[in-house]
T-cell receptor, first 116, second 116 residues
Framework: AQKVTQAQTEISVVEKEDVTLDCVYE???????LFWYKQPPSGELVFLIR??????QNEISGRYSWNFQKSTSSFNFTITASQVVDSAVYFC?????????????FGKGTLLTVNP | ETGVTQTPRHLVMGMTNKKSLKCEQH?????MYWYKQSAKKPLELMFV???????ENNSVPSRFSPECPNSSHLFLHLHTLQPEDSALYLC???????????????FGPGTRLTVL
């Protein structure tokens, strides 16, 4: 079975704080892809990052960074010096297979509220 | 138009109506997807059209019927829906390599559907 768990339903921080959003996944496949998406109040999901199972390098993009740990099946997302515009629902997703075996599973999302 | 567009943005229909949701992608992608997003539930992948192949989620009721006339257009035909089908329906597209390499999906703004 394939599963994505985002244990934090809601997080509230004050602007300029750092915040980490957790994502834990389960799959029996050895080849898979992990994604993070942001859904602001407007509703449209915005792609943030893609990582395949063979690439455990952590990545930093501006104030965003991602920590991929295969040993703990985690793909956590950290926002440094958070801003009000970061307020959104953040989804982690796991993709395996292809063709008729295509399977994409999203976590339930974490609502991040950044207060001024 | 750029990216992924969806029409209508809002739709209210009765249980006996027949309506269609439309999605168009302007990104030159070869795969398109329908998702359902209900309150308090994870994003659910409903249908996939990838490299001319349709992948179904067998848990989707037959009152939802997808149509993909070409790689740029995707429809979701709705008939005899139930109130619990009220949700945000999101369309997405991606470029699939056909060799097991998957890339990120780009989402449209969604259609907010209310079934009375």
């Amino acid at each position: 079975a394939q599963k994505v768990t985002q244990a934090q339903t809601e997080i509230s921080v004050v602007e300029k704080e750092d915040v980490t959003l957790d994502c834990v996944y389960e799959t029996r496949d050895t080849t898979y892809y992990l994604f993070w998406y942001k859904q602001p109040p407007s509703g449209e999901l915005v792609f943030l990052i893609r990582r395949n199972s063979f690439d455990e390098q952590n990545e930093i993009s501006g104030r965003y960074s991602w920590n991929f740990q295969k040993s703990t099946s985690s793909f956590n997302f950290t926002i440094t010096a958070s801003q009000v515009v970061d307020s959104a629902v953040y989804f982690c997703a796991l993709l395996t297979g292809g063709g008729s075996n295509y399977k994409l599973t999203f976590g339930k999302g974490t609502l991040l509220t950044v207060n001024p | 138009e750029t990216g992924v567009t969806q029409t209508p943005r809002h739709l209210v229909m009765g249980m006996t109506n027949k309506k269609s949701l439309k999605c168009e992608q302007h990104l030159g992608h070869n795969a398109m997807y329908w998702y359902k997003q209900s309150a308090k539930k994870p994003l659910e992948l409903m249908f996939v059209y990838s490299l001319e192949e349709r992948v179904e989620n067998n848990s989707v009721p037959s009152r939802f019927s997808p149509e993909c006339p070409n790689s740029s257009h995707l429809f979701l035909h709705l008939h005899t829906l139930q109130p619990e089908d009220s949700a945000l329906y999101l369309c997405a597209s991606s470029q699939e390599s056909g060799t097991g390499v998957h890339f990120e999906q780009f989402f449209g703004p969604g259609t907010r559907l209310t079934v009375l």
